[in-house]
């Protein structure tokens, strides 16, 4: 396997997301769903995706809500974890009974 470069390093400050401008794209863009790339996509993982290209937005936290809450209904149970990042926090503000 071969060591990334920047293994030790700090990162270059055009390396660095921009955290407010992330969070006001999570709440202001909205994605189009009959673009492939800004649906919701699964991975072994979790969701994949950037506010920065419409691909985690607020509108898939609610989709992909409604749709526990629908599977919940239906089969009685419900577990809902988060990932420590950015925009974790603040996605769920969508979730029903948050």
């Known amino acids: 396997m071969e060591v990334n470069p920047y ?9 660095l997301v921009n955290v407010p401008k992330l ?8 994605p189009d769903p009959s673009m492939p790339e800004q649906q919701v996509a699964f991975r072994t993982d979790g969701h994949r995706g ?11 936290i609610l989709a992909i809500s409604q749709a526990i809450c629908r599977y919940c209904n239906q ?11 950015s ?6 503000y969508g979730i029903p009974g948050r």
Do not use: D, I
Not at 7 to 15: D, S
Not at 23 to 30: K, N
């Open 23 to 30: 969070v006001t794209a999570y709440y202001t863009e909205v």
């Open 7 to 15: 293994t030790g390093k700090l990162a270059e400050p055009a390396m």
């Open 87 to 92: 925009l974790s926090k603040k996605s769920q």
């Open 75 to 85: 089969q009685r149970m419900m577990a809902v974890a988060r990932r420590m990042h």
């Open 50 to 60: 950037s506010a920065f290209y419409k691909a985690f937005k607020e509108w898939h």
